[in-house]
Each structure stands twice: as C-alpha cells, then as structure tokens.
Antibody, heavy 121, light 107 residues
C-alpha cells in the first residue's frame, strides 16, 4: 500500500525558512515523479512543484520560483521541499503526491495527508 | 502557465440528481486532464485521469469526457458521499495547474 507521510510544518516568522519532508513507502520510490501541492485556508488547490524520478529536474509554479527548492533522496525514500523567504500567502497545508505512472507525464495518483505551514509574526 | 477555468464554483443538488462540472483550458492540453474529489479536511482523491479514465474503485456514476480545451465531469445519480469539492488539473505541461474548484452542496 502506498503511504506518503509529510512532516516539517509549523509556525514560522515572515522571512524565515522551513524544510518539509515526505517519507514514502509501499512502492519503488525511485521510479516515480513526485509533486507538492498546497492549499491555503479556505482556498483551492495550488500545484507548487514537481520533480522527476531521478531528481535531476524539478519544476515550479511561478508563485514560488526562486524561493522553493524541491529535492529527493532515493536512497532514503524521502522527498523534500525547502521553502525560503516565507510570506503570509505561503500559509497552507502542503501535500506531497506520487505520479500515477512511472516516469514523467502523468497526473498525481496518491496523496499524503499534508503538513500545515503557518507564516505569522 | 496554462489557465484552467472551472465552472460552476458552487452547485446545489439533491441525492439522485445528475450534475455536470466543466473545465476549460487556455490552450489545448490534449486529454491530459484529471479530476479530483476533496472531502473537508481530507487529501484530494484522484477520480479520473486522462480525461475519461475512471480510477480503480471509483463508482461508475462518475464519468469524464473532453479533449483539447473543453472537459466535463458528470456524476449520475448523486449519492450522499458525493457532496464534496471537485477540482480539475491539467498535467499536459509544467507547471501543472488546477481549476478553481466546484463545491457541490446538498440542496
């Protein structure tokens, strides 16, 4: 059974940094692209970033480009999202998601339960 | 980035009704569109991929159609568990983009 467990969220001051993690199990992690999606309180879903199975290439939404860095450790089955220069509109639940099929070019078929990030002074 | 325009933003319906939600892409995305259901406080759940491919375990009352720029999600015979928020997502090109969501409420 696919399991994705996010962690690392919390309360952080504006301008601060945070590293989110997503521990994956139940599938061959190194064979699947992964993604982060966030949801601000009371708002819709926003795709944030994606990374290829090898981790060589990552993609970002315009709203986070330059501040967010996605990476993965295929030896530990862990996905990361480094978030810098945090601002109030980064307050959200952050979900990690697994590609539906191996490789790139599919939608996001399995999701974790999310980790909450709150940016406030 | 490709813009996804989803409508309506909210919808009231009764158990047993048939409802349709639409998504329009700002450019052609072939059939690279998925539909997700999100219950309050829960993670999204993939219902349909590639515009019309029903996921394993998803009831057959859900169906999707469309290609290019116009897509629809149809639910035939609404059940109590179906009252949720629905999102479309284009996975044609990065950055992937969601529609704004449709909140389906009980009338």
């Amino acid at each position: 059974e696919v399991q994705l467990l996010e962690s690392g969220g919390g309360l952080v001051q504006p301008g601060g940094s945070l590293r989110l993690s997503c521990a994956a199990s139940g599938f061959t992690f190194s064979s699947y692209a992964m993604s982060w999606v966030r949801q601000a309180p009371g708002k819709g879903l926003e795709w944030v970033s994606g990374i290829t199975d090898s981790g060589v290439t990552s993609f970002y939404a315009d709203s986070v480009k330059g501040r967010f860095t996605m990476s993965r450790d295929n030896s530990k089955n862990i996905l990361y999202l480094q978030i810098n220069s945090l601002r109030g509109d980064d307050t959200a639940i952050y979900f990690c998601a697994k590609g539906q099929h191996m490789g790139l070019g599919s939608t996001w078929g399995s999701w974790g339960q999310g980790t909450r990030v709150t940016v406030s002074s | 980035a490709i813009q996804m325009t989803q409508s309506p933003s909210s919808l009231s319906a009764s158990v047993g009704d048939r409802v349709t939600i639409t998504c329009r892409a700002s450019q052609s995305i072939s059939d690279d569109l998925g539909w997700f259901q999100q219950l309050p406080g829960k993670a999204p759940k993939l219902l349909i991929s590639s515009s019309s491919r029903l996921q394993t375990g998803v009831p057959s009352r859900f169906s999707g159609s469309g290609s290019g720029t116009d897509f629809t999600l149809t639910i035939n015979g609404l059940q109590p568990d179906d009252f949720a928020t629905y999102y479309c997502l284009q996975d044609y090109i990065f950055p992937h983009t969601f529609g704004q969501g449709t909140r389906l409420q009980i009338k």
